[in-house]
């Protein structure tokens, strides 16, 4: 027999509590015009800290609140709470859903929520199945008793054990998901359990029996730290101000150009390795954590790595013709988040730095055309004065006379068509171009000094020193 998929739903797909979204649709569809006694505060506590026997008691009781209730008109309020709960799923569930159906599992909805306020969301969803809490009824109405267990901790797994026997789903090959602690005995029962934004105490119980621990809110790989609730890039980037940052100076123009929500790509040009962090600076100050596209070798790097990673991250290997990166960052759109990448994919070397044409490859137009996402330029100027090529690390004791880096953030490319990814292209680079200061566009020869400031340990290859004139890579 093969294995199913089992997702808990508040606080697992759902950001937070369903039950007030599902208080009002009760409401508009005429069901109830008054609230559970205290149930406000409840679902304040559970947001914050998950499920707890307070709680649960609240919802069983409510059994007892809804005798009377015509079921015909919960159901309509199934319907009305089914599309706000959708948009509350968190952005990197469906990615999830679509790997399970890829496999061949079924995908079943498993929630102490009654049966017929969530059903609607399980079919908008694209579930199979709903393993759900259900309302004893008499002519189409509520009784006030409960027909069969109450879902929840081993009420759930009896439930959804009853359910597998008669779908012929085996246990021991299933997959489950959840933030409880009361879900222990779920997610014990299955081979492949796997721990959502976790409660304290489940939290600790995933630690010791080494289960994945995941953030539906966050790219797959990207932690959460404890207790702040928040990734390592958010607190990172409360500290990236340029008053922090001595030995460089920041002029910063058009950051309201960046969307404060949805998704977005954003392109800038490459002049030095200090450019991934001067880019940080100016996103920072719109308080929006970024998916960063580089190369593999920084991927690769001991420590380094995995702190790209934990950032977002997303590794690029260069050469081999892989759409993998693109369909990762196409999921971070999906999802709402901002993505960032430098379309040049390296530091023009020689006297194609100083070539006033900028010249990109294909990603970020081929992005745009898979999402429908708008593109941000950025045009970065003078991060080479404090990391040259040359060097091995930036100029950190220029505190006394920090060089200028100049900024600007552009309105979003217009006109992008996505039928030619050349035509694009340029029409990004372009975008970029128009951004830097004049100096940038006109073509001039370069010193040998400068030259050799453009290769790795400042060795200019002979070819480039005699001809020392702008080139075209």
Request: hydrophobic share 45%; no cysteine.
């Amino acid at each position: 027999m093969s294995g199913a998929a089992f997702f808990d739903l508040d606080r697992t797909l759902l950001r937070g509590a369903s039950g007030p979204i599902i208080g009002e649709a009760l409401k508009k569809a005429g069901v109830t015009d008054r609230s559970i006694p205290g149930e406000g505060l409840v679902y304040r506590l559970y947001d914050l800290f998950g499920e707890n026997r307070p709680s649960m008691e609240v919802t069983k009781r409510a059994v007892r609140f809804a005798s009377g209730w015509v079921r015909e008109q919960v159901q309509e309020a199934g319907q009305l709470a089914a599309e706000a709960l959708a948009a509350s799923l968190q952005p990197f569930a469906r990615p999830i859903f679509e790997e399970h159906r890829a496999a061949g599992r079924p995908l079943v909805l498993a929630t102490t929520t009654p049966f017929d306020l969530v059903k609607p969301l399980a079919e908008a969803l694209g579930f199979d199945a709903v393993v759900a809490t259900r309302y004893g009824e008499k002519d189409g109405v509520y009784d006030g008793t409960l027909d069969g267990e109450f879902v929840w901790g081993p009420g759930k797994l009896r439930a959804i054990q009853a359910w597998a026997t008669d779908a012929g789903v085996s246990m021991t090959e299933s997959w489950a998901y959840s933030d409880s602690y009361y879900d222990i005995p779920m997610l014990s029962a299955v081979k492949h359990p796997v721990v959502v934004n976790p409660d304290p105490r489940l939290a600790v119980v995933a630690l010791v029996r080494r289960w994945p621990m995941v953030h539906l809110d966050v790219p797959a790989g990207v932690p959460k730290l404890p207790v702040l609730g928040i990734e390592p890039q958010q607190a990172v980037l409360a500290l990236l101000r340029p008053e922090l940052i001595p030995y460089a100076r920041f002029d910063i123009a058009g950051v309201s150009n960046i969307p404060a929500t949805g998704p977005a790509i954003v392109v800038g040009n490459h002049r030095s390795y200090f450019d991934p962090l001067a880019l940080a600076v100016a996103l920072a100050q719109r308080g929006r954590p970024v998916r960063f596209l580089g190369k593999k070798e920084v991927f690769d790097a001991p420590i380094v790595g995995q702190v790209a990673k934990a950032m977002g991250g997303i590794r690029v290997e260069r050469g081999t013709g892989s759409d993998e990166p693109l369909a990762e960052a196409a999921a971070a759109l999906a999802a709402g988040e901002l993505v960032a990448l430098m379309p040049e994919g390296t530091i023009p070397r020689g006297p194609a730095f100083f070539d006033p044409v900028l010249k990109g490859r294909w990603g970020a137009a081929k992005l745009a055309a898979m999402t429908g996402a708008p593109v941000i330029p950025i045009g970065l100027w003078g991060t080479e004065k404090v990391w040259p090529r040359s060097e091995r690390l930036p100029n950190l004791l220029a505190i006394g006379h920090p060089p200028r880096i100049r900024i600007k953030v552009g309105e979003a490319v217009a006109a992008l068509k996505g039928v030619s990814p050349d035509a694009d292209t340029k029409k990004i680079m372009k975008a970029i171009t128009k951004l830097l200061p004049a100096e940038a566009r006109k073509p001039r020869t370069p010193t040998a000094e400068e030259l050799a400031k453009t290769y790795p340990g400042g060795k200019v290859k002979a070819r480039d020193e005699s001809e020392r004139r702008p080139g075209t890579d």
